[in-house]
């Protein structure tokens, strides 16, 4: 039997594309096991898999000063002489590397012990993690067309983000009996990511009784973000975090308010949800939402509003927009080239394994 080792983690965009591949993986006799972080958001979403997990150590790598630069490297090298024991027990056939800090002494290990590496990068440039492991890994799979050319190395291949199956297999209908929602009002779902969106958050649970006067809200709101004094808020249901209702609750979305990861972009598209898109500002990010939100709004499919702009005003006149002009924005998407990315993935990793 073949046998490949997953890795990434730090926030569930680093984790979920892994589960859209495991499918096809075990159907093609791959055996499966992950390595990640002992507290990352990464162990629960695998072990709820069934999947065998290793747990390593790993330091963030910051592009700003902080005292722990110090202290993180030497949580990088314990990872390593972790990973490399894992990879001598284990002795898989592939390493398929999501990203995030772990996937870092995970890839180098995989290099050391002479296993070829396939990584996928979601966003149009590349991250640190992913930077850093490039010159370890056999090729890099991106996302965006634009990303080729900045993979070094001639390393990149173009393959797009996979999608998880049961995305769109999901009911509007129960759905909406999840959320508890009658047919009066179009259902607005927000996402903030997996760690939450404090700022998004804010505007909404500030405003709330504004909003449900025109919809019934559905708020992915984070991990420690819930307000429990909203909990019996009609027309208002709350999840720090969803996994097995997800299909169901993103089917009952007439339209999408959402930060700008990658990931949850291209589930958006494929989906066909007319959304609107807040990306990370660069104060607190390297940028790499606002491109993709950039390239989305080009293409039709996303209105975007920088966060230095929002506030519930204009947040209230962008949802009206997009409500009125729905069946654009699903057209627009509906026409978009872009593929599932999960069978092209697999193809790389078939071709390179050892």
Same mark, same amino acid.
């Given at each position: 039997?073949?046998?490949?080792?997953?890795?990434?983690?730090?926030?569930?965009?680093?984790?979920?594309?892994?589960?859209?591949?495991?499918? +096809?993986?075990?159907?093609?006799?791959?055996?499966?096991?992950?390595?990640?972080?002992?507290?990352?958001?990464? =162990?629960?979403?695998?072990?709820?898999? !069934?999947?065998?997990?290793?747990?390593?150590?790993?330091?963030?790598?910051?592009?700003?000063?902080?005292?722990?630069?110090?202290?993180?490297?030497?949580?990088?090298?314990?990872?390593?002489?972790?990973?490399?024991?894992?990879?001598?027990?284990?002795? *898989?056939?592939?390493?398929?590397?999501?990203?995030?800090?772990? &996937?870092?002494?995970?890839?180098?290990?995989?290099?050391?012990?002479?296993?070829?590496?396939? &990584?996928?990068?979601?966003?149009?440039?590349?991250?640190?993690?992913?930077?850093?492991?490039?010159?370890?890994?056999?090729?890099?799979?991106?996302?965006? *067309?634009?990303?080729?050319?900045?993979? +070094?190395? @001639?390393?990149?291949?173009?393959?797009?983000? %996979?999608?998880?199956?049961?995305?769109?297999?999901?009911?509007?209908?129960?759905?909406?009996?999840?959320?508890?929602?009658?047919?009066?009002? %179009?259902?607005?779902?927000?996402?903030?990511?997996?760690?939450?969106?404090?700022? $998004?958050?804010? $505007?909404? =649970?500030?405003?709330?009784?504004?909003?449900?006067?025109?919809?019934?809200?559905?708020?992915?709101?984070?991990?420690?973000?819930?307000?429990?004094?909203?909990?019996?808020?009609?027309?208002? !249901?709350?999840?720090?975090?969803?996994?097995?209702?997800?299909?169901?609750?993103?089917?009952?979305?007439?339209?999408?308010?959402?930060?700008?990861?990658? @990931?949850?972009?291209?589930?958006?598209?494929?989906?066909?949800?007319? /959304?609107?898109?807040?990306?990370?500002?660069?104060?607190?990010?390297?940028?790499?939402?606002?491109?993709?939100?950039?390239?989305?709004?080009?293409?039709?499919?996303?209105?975007?509003?920088?966060?230095?702009?929002?506030?519930?005003?204009?947040?209230?006149?962008?949802?009206?927009?997009?409500?009125? @002009?729905?069946?654009?924005?699903?057209? /627009?998407?509906?026409?978009?080239?872009?593929?599932?990315?999960?069978?092209?993935?697999?193809?790389?990793?078939? +071709?390179?394994?050892?």
């Amino acid at each position: 039997m073949k046998k490949i080792i997953m890795t990434g983690g730090g926030s569930a965009g680093h984790v979920t594309p892994n589960l859209a591949l495991v499918p +096809k993986l075990k159907e093609l006799g791959y055996e499966i096991k992950y390595i990640g972080t002992k507290d990352g958001i990464e =162990r629960k979403i695998i072990e709820q898999e !069934k999947i065998d997990y290793y747990a390593i150590s790993s330091g963030k790598l910051r592009r700003y000063f902080d005292i722990k630069n110090f202290t993180d490297p030497f949580k990088v090298l314990k990872g390593i002489c972790q990973a490399v024991v894992i990879m001598k027990k284990e002795k *898989p056939n592939i390493v398929f590397s999501k990203g995030g800090f772990v &996937a870092v002494p995970v890839v180098i290990a995989a290099h050391l012990n002479k296993i070829p590496v396939i &990584a996928h990068e979601s966003d149009m440039t590349p991250g640190l993690a992913n930077r850093l492991s490039t010159p370890y890994c056999t090729k890099v799979c991106v996302t965006f *067309p634009e990303s080729v050319n900045k993979v +070094k190395d @001639n390393k990149a291949v173009l393959t797009g983000t %996979p999608i998880r199956e049961e995305l769109l297999n999901g009911s509007r209908i129960l759905g909406r009996k999840i959320c508890e929602f009658g047919q009066e009002k %179009p259902v607005l779902l927000i996402i903030g990511g997996s760690l939450g969106s404090k700022f $998004i958050n804010d $505007i909404i =649970r500030n405003n709330i009784d504004k909003f449900l006067e025109d919809y019934n809200i559905v708020h992915i709101c984070g991990k420690g973000n819930l307000d429990k004094g909203l909990v019996e808020k009609k027309g208002y !249901k709350q999840f720090e975090y969803i996994n097995e209702e997800l299909p169901h609750v993103m089917n009952a979305a007439d339209i999408v308010l959402s930060r700008a990861g990658a @990931n949850v972009i291209f589930e958006l598209l494929a989906l066909k949800k007319p /959304n609107i898109l807040v990306p990370l500002s660069k104060k607190s990010s390297r940028g790499d939402q606002i491109l993709n939100a950039a390239s989305f709004e080009k293409s039709g499919y996303s209105i975007v509003i920088q966060e230095e702009e929002l506030n519930e005003n204009v947040l209230m006149e962008n949802l009206r927009e997009l409500c009125n @002009n729905r069946n654009k924005y699903i057209n /627009n998407m509906e026409n978009s080239t872009v593929k599932n990315g999960t069978e092209a993935i697999i193809n790389t990793i078939k +071709k390179y394994t050892k």
